[in-house]
């Protein structure tokens, strides 16, 4: 054989030996791009439940509470010690609760070494009070937003909003609910004890380095940081033991960037009763609830006595591409939590028929339209600019919104002081889970949604409210756009530059 022969025998051999091990090394990685938990956590440690917060009534009976945001120490494990941010402690927060109808006052304190903010996501409330990314929260200083309850009972939350930093801040832990009542939602017999057949869960996706919180994004994770394990209040591998046959469970998807489809790992069906804004018009039945990072739902499920079932996450069928489907988190199963119930369970009454009619507009008195293209570099291609003005929008009128994605990933779509109608889908009809009060909707790729929106805060022409994508990492990089609300024939002002409080 000659010389030439043979060194083109052996580059040729060189070169099948370097495609399949190129070959072999991807689909090494899209092979590990695949998380399940599912029967592996074992359910070792009972879920802990936030601490309803403690409010005091003021003479001019304003229910006032108190929040101090913190850092400190959590052992999600026994013996290992986490660096963790909190609300009145060292992870998450307490649950505010009000009714509607009342006036409420938060005095926030920052105690942490750096500057944040505390937004009221879901909640219609003054511009000033929202606690976006204008009202920044200095180190050492006090904030006090104020505001008067008036919209129906929901599920909110609150979490910090400064521009850039968001995504770290919600990680780090600072995060807690706001539930609201009104006087038609504890007429109508639905599991409401706290703690007992009315459960909260605040879901988290996380990653451990050590017995730290690895926040690093996957190079191939376009959507922003995805976790190999999910918390529900601070808790690893929980279950909760239930002693009443109806439990209503008010999911809240804290994540970061992962979007979740619940359901439970006997495929039991459970009722939805309510989505980000409040109730529905009637419970929904259904196997599996979908939810993107900021949305809420609440649902209700049965359980027989002695029984143990699990929720679970499975894999997301949005009709995504083989490399969004694997390495955002689409084809990821999770054990969340599991259901252990007594031997011996408390009769619960069916639920009502019928909750009652929603108070949302149907866009066909809409003033104008508005439309809006969901880009990782911005929204309708500028990214955010604190000191611009988007959009002017007319005090009580309403709009419709079209937002689009045709970005190639995920996106979803949250408005701040307002809940809206999902008018459509792609042009169809939406699904049950989005015909409730919403405040964030979420957009798959090759996803245009129309949005009836109802305008009624206060005017302010110079303090905004925020439009954004909730995936966090995406809303830090300059997916977020600002609005504000005038009086008619007002013009708009100029943001205030951003400053930190002291008192209010």
């Given at each position: 054989m000659s010389g030439f022969k043979r060194v083109l025998i052996i580059l040729l051999s060189l070169g099948i030996v370097l495609t399949l091990a190129i070959g072999g090394g991807l689909l090494w990685v899209y092979s590990g791009a695949k998380v399940s938990t599912v029967g592996r956590g074992g359910f070792r440690n009972e879920l802990a439940v936030p601490p309803l917060a403690k409010s005091s009534v003021d003479p001019d009976g304003t229910r006032v509470f108190d929040l101090k945001m913190q850092s400190g120490e959590t052992e999600f494990t026994a013996g290992r010690k986490t660096p963790t941010w909190g609300f009145n402690g060292s992870y998450l927060g307490p649950t505010l609760r009000a009714e509607r109808?009342?006036?409420?006052?938060?005095?926030?304190?920052?105690?942490?070494?750096?500057?944040?903010?505390?937004?009221?996501?879901?909640?219609?409330?003054?511009?000033?009070?929202?606690?976006?990314?204008?009202?920044?929260?200095?180190?050492?200083?006090?904030?006090?937003?104020?505001?008067?309850?008036?919209?129906?009972?929901?599920?909110?939350?609150?979490?910090?909003?400064?521009?850039?930093?968001?995504?770290?801040?919600?990680?780090?832990?600072?995060?807690?609910?706001?539930?609201?009542?009104?006087?038609?939602?504890?007429?109508?017999?639905?599991?409401?004890?706290?703690?007992v057949n009315d459960l909260p869960l605040i879901v988290q996706d996380v990653k451990f380095d050590g017995a730290r919180f690895d926040h690093g994004h996957g190079v191939l994770q376009t959507v922003g940081f995805l976790g190999d394990r999910t918390m529900v209040n601070g808790t690893l591998d929980p279950y909760r033991v239930v002693e009443d046959e109806l439990v209503r469970l008010r999911l809240l998807n804290a994540s970061t960037a992962r979007t979740y489809d619940f359901g439970f790992d006997d495929s039991r069906a459970f009722s939805l009763i309510a989505t980000d804004g409040g109730l529905l018009e009637k419970a929904a039945p259904m196997d599996r609830i979908q939810l993107s990072p900021g949305e809420r739902a609440e649902i209700v499920v049965r359980v027989r006595p002695g029984e143990r079932t699990v929720l679970r996450n499975y894999p997301l069928s949005i009709g995504q591409d083989f490399y969004n489907q694997r390495f955002n988190g689409g084809d990821d199963t999770f054990d969340i939590l599991e259901l252990r119930a007594s031997k011996h369970l408390r009769h619960s009454p069916a639920l009502p028929a019928a909750f009652g009619k929603l108070d949302l507009p149907d866009g066909s008195q809409a003033a104008r339209g508005r439309f809006f293209n969901l880009q990782v570099s911005g929204i309708n291609g500028k990214p955010m600019s604190m000191g611009r003005i988007d959009d002017t929008i007319t005090r009580g009128t309403t709009e419709v919104w079209t937002v689009r994605n045709t970005n190639g990933m995920p996106h979803n779509f949250h408005v701040h002081g307002v809940q809206f109608k999902v008018l459509s889908v792609n042009g169809r009809e939406p699904e049950p889970a989005l015909r409730g009060a919403k405040d964030t909707v979420f957009l798959p790729d090759r996803t245009t949604v129309k949005l009836a929106i109802r305008f009624d805060g206060p005017a302010d022409p110079n303090a905004p409210y925020m439009y954004h994508c909730h995936l966090l990492y995406h809303e830090d990089q300059g997916m977020m756009g600002q609005f504000v609300v005038v009086a008619k024939g007002q013009r708009a002002g100029r943001p205030s530059a951003v400053h930190a409080h002291q008192g209010h």
């Open positions: 109808g009342e006036k409420v006052r938060v005095r926030v304190r920052n105690t942490l070494d750096e500057a944040s903010t505390v937004h009221w996501h879901g909640m219609r409330l003054p511009a000033k009070m929202d606690g976006g990314p204008h009202q920044m929260v200095a180190p050492g200083t006090a904030w006090s937003p104020h505001w008067k309850i008036d919209q129906p009972a929901a599920t909110l939350w609150y979490h910090p909003h400064p521009h850039g930093e968001t995504e770290d801040h919600v990680q780090r832990g600072l995060a807690g609910m706001f539930i609201l009542d009104d006087a038609k939602s504890l007429g109508l017999g639905l599991p409401d004890t706290y703690g």
